[in-house]
């Protein structure tokens, strides 16, 4: 009886132990994954914007703190909005409370992109304020665009009907129709 009792102890600290380790691998791949994000986006707004090297030792130091209070803003958003969500599914909690709390939250983080611009102006020229603006949602697109290939659980396969030639198709269909009964039919226009 004893040695079951060990080996049934021993068995649960080695599952305890790889568990543990397993979810530091995970912390450590989630801080990796931003550090490349991160870089990506420097890399894609250096191309874009062909900043000077005068304005790229100004640019950086004022953008670098502009993320920073984004994050915090949109941060403080998300708990707001997790904190309604959460009281309005259990129907109780004081609502009109955090829905002012949300909604302050949200007018926090469009003072924050207000104020951003302001700095950018401050040492960029308005062209290149312009290309930020623009880059980084270019850049933020693309990155919603990885994530729908290569998402958690695609493994990089492509998501239905994307990818595929006209060649693939079968005979007589076309894109945006779809066929009943031998007849076309034609989605109505929105």
């Known amino acids: 009886m004893k040695k079951v009792i060990s080996v049934c102890c021993a068995l649960v600290l080695v599952t305890l132990g790889a568990w543990a380790q397993q979810d530091n691998a995970q912390k450590k791949d989630n801080g990796s994954w931003r550090e490349k994000v991160r870089a990506e986006r420097v890399a894609f707004l250096t191309a874009e914007l062909d900043l000077t090297e005068a304005e790229a030792q100004n640019f950086w130091p004022v953008y670098n703190e502009a993320q920073k209070s984004r994050m915090e803003a949109y941060k403080a958003s998300g708990e707001a909005y997790k904190a309604l969500k959460e009281a309005v599914e259990a129907g109780s909690g004081d609502i009109d409370k955090l829905l002012s709390d949300y909604v302050s939250a949200k007018q926090t983080a469009d003072a924050v992109e207000s104020g951003s611009l302001s700095k950018f102006k401050g040492v960029l020229p308005i062209e290149k304020v312009g290309k930020l603006f623009l880059a980084e949602e ?53």
Not at 138 to 161: D, E, V
Not at 165 to 174: I, L, N
């Open 138 to 190: 270019k850049f933020r697109h693309q990155q919603i665009g990885r994530l729908g290939q290569g998402g958690p659980g695609r493994q990089g396969q492509a998501r239905p009907g994307q990818g595929r030639k006209p060649s693939d198709r079968p005979q007589g269909e076309r894109p945006g129709r779809r066929q009943q009964g031998g007849t076309e039919e034609v989605p109505a226009e929105v």
